[in-house]
């Protein structure tokens, strides 16, 4: 469990195909903290720590995680937006996210806003029902809240830290992002439609 809040990025120095699995290894500020067996969110992915060496850790991501986010299509040099999982004894500063992303979303539009930067981003109409206007969402595992909203398209605006601290500066039009809807969004959505 996450909450949306990027504690550091990585960047992916090695990827290895085995079979249908992608090992990426990733360098980062936090990798010689981390512990084999220990969650961590990898743009918005949980993945479970393989391997820890000096510098860098190693996760691995299965066929079904290839299909449903960005991962297959990243490279080494990219980078990566990391966040360990929440202690149960603080503050919930973002929302909560689980690290199961339910698909991506192309960004349409990136927009200046002279102390902000707005995104647009389209996603497939099926998620619909699991989005609402000053809800939460997570892109590329950041918590943010989402306006503007149609049957396929949100924005999102984000403000300075979180532009210089996470890789939503590498997001442009025609990029690919992780999205996960709001869990809460997910339960309230299910119940209403057993009730049908």
């Keep these: 469990m996450f909450t949306g809040i990027v504690e550091t990025t990585g960047i992916i120095e090695e990827i290895v195909q085995s079979g249908t699995n992608r090992s990426f290894r990733i360098a980062s500020a936090i990798s010689s903290e981390l512990r084999v067996d220990q ?8 993945l479970t720590v393989e391997e820890v060496s000096a510098g860098s850790h190693v ?18 040099g990219n980078t990566i937006n990391l966040e360990r999982c929440m202690a149960m004894n603080g503050r919930l500063d973002g929302h909560i996210v689980q690290g199961h992303v339910d698909a991506t979303a192309a960004c349409l539009e990136r927009k200046d806003k002279d102390g902000s930067v707005e995104f647009v981003f389209e996603f497939d109409r099926s998620f619909a029902e699991l989005i609402v206007e000053k809800g939460s969402v997570t892109v590329n595992g ?3 809240t989402c306006f503007d909203i149609t049957e396929n398209t949100f924005t999102i605006a984000v403000i300075p830290y979180t532009f210089a601290h996470t890789n939503i500066s590498d997001v442009y039009p025609g990029t690919l992002v992780n ?17 049908k």
Excluded: M, W
């Design 39 to 46: 969650s961590l969110s990898h743009d918005g992915v949980c």
């Design 179 to 195: 999205i996960e809807f709001d869990i809460l969004g997910k339960y309230v959505n299910r119940k209403l439609n057993l009730q």
């Design 142 to 144: 950041i918590s943010l």
């Design 59 to 76: 996760v691995t991501a299965i066929q079904e995680t290839l299909d449903k986010t960005n991962l297959s299509a990243r490279k080494p």
